[in-house]
């Protein structure tokens, strides 16, 4: 006898990831944060720069729509949850914000854990500063691909392969009370040029904390194309 498929459901389990899309007339936005707590019809969700999307024009109030990815693994496996959601309450002083709980539910099957981390290519744009190491003067930008290995990020020279640089990145979804961010240390593998002025510049980890790479893989899958 077979038993009839039952598909994966969502759990809501403190510490899934959650990336919501706010959108008000031609704006847009992302917001980042993580499950803190859930009850029978709502899910709430801790965020550390709430105020800061509070204060945008993007109609943030209690009634408002959201588009909702939620990275949530099963047994060796991880998926995307993709669903339409409504704002219950907004708590600013505690950087949470309550979401109503859906009926239809999109899901996507990423793969295992172990073989997309070791195949990881995914575009995603993380706040970085970078300098060499030794020297005082940062540039910032932004991360373009996240992979297996490392990142990569748009330059307008190219950096000498070998250049050891130091990186301070930003977890949208986390908090810091010093507002400097991680740190780590990669090693430019190389600069391809694209167009004048503009190099793809592809970076190897060289010393970076497990957690924080951990964080940065996960807010590159969170950041996957469900659609492919």
């Not at 539910?105 to 030794?134: F, M, P, V």
Request: hydrophobic fraction near 40%.
């Amino acid at each position: 006898m077979f038993l009839p498929f039952s598909k994966p459901s969502l759990k809501y389990l403190e510490e899934d990831l959650v990336k919501l899309t706010v959108i008000e007339g031609e704006k847009w936005d992302y917001i980042y944060g993580i499950i803190v707590n859930n009850s029978k019809q709502d899910f709430k969700v801790f965020i550390p720069n709430l105020s800061q999307f509070l204060a945008k024009d993007l109609g943030i109030v209690n009634g408002k729509k959201l588009e909702c990815s939620i990275l949530e693994p099963i047994k060796d496996n991880l998926y995307i949850f993709n669903f339409e959601t409504v704002i219950k309450d907004i708590n600013e002083h505690n950087k949470e914000m309550d979401l109503e709980k859906p009926k239809n539910i999109k899901e996507k099957n990423l793969g295992k854990i172990g073989e997309l981390l070791k195949n990881l290519d995914i575009e995603a744009e993380l706040d970085i500063e970078y300098n060499a190491l030794g020297v005082p003067h940062s540039q910032k930008g932004k991360t373009y691909k996240i992979l297996s290995n490392g990142l990569s990020l748009f330059t307008a020279i190219p950096i000498p392969n070998g250049t050891i640089l130091e990186i301070i990145v930003k977890i949208p979804y986390k908090e810091y009370i010093d507002r400097k961010g991680d740190k780590f240390r990669a090693k430019v593998l190389n600069s391809k040029q694209l167009e004048k002025k503009k190099f793809e510049t592809f970076l190897e980890f060289e010393t970076i904390d497990e957690e924080l790479k951990k964080q940065i893989f996960e807010f590159a899958l969170i950041n996957y194309n469900i659609d492919k």
